[in-house]
């Protein structure tokens, strides 16, 4: 009886890590496409991002 929880529970483990690789895939699919279609929204972004991080982990 156990071993049947564990197996199942073993299971569905494996479906929703299947399910998450598959999900980051068709995120990083679309990102990508995205980032083709507007390089410059991309890079200015990516820039905001980076500035912000930079004043976050420079306060001490």
């Not at 999900?23 to 279609?37: G, K, P, T, V, Y």
């Not at 980076?50 to 001490?60: K, M, P, Q, S, W």
Request: include cysteine; aromatic fraction near 6%; charge should be negative.
């Amino acid at each position: 009886m156990a071993a049947d929880y564990l197996e199942r529970g073993r299971e569905r483990a494996g479906e929703y890590l299947e399910e998450g690789r598959e999900r980051a895939m068709e995120l990083q699919s679309s990102l990508e496409d995205r980032i083709r279609q507007q390089p410059m929204n991309a890079i200015l972004c990516a820039a905001g991002v980076g500035f912000v991080l930079g004043i976050l982990f420079n306060r001490r």
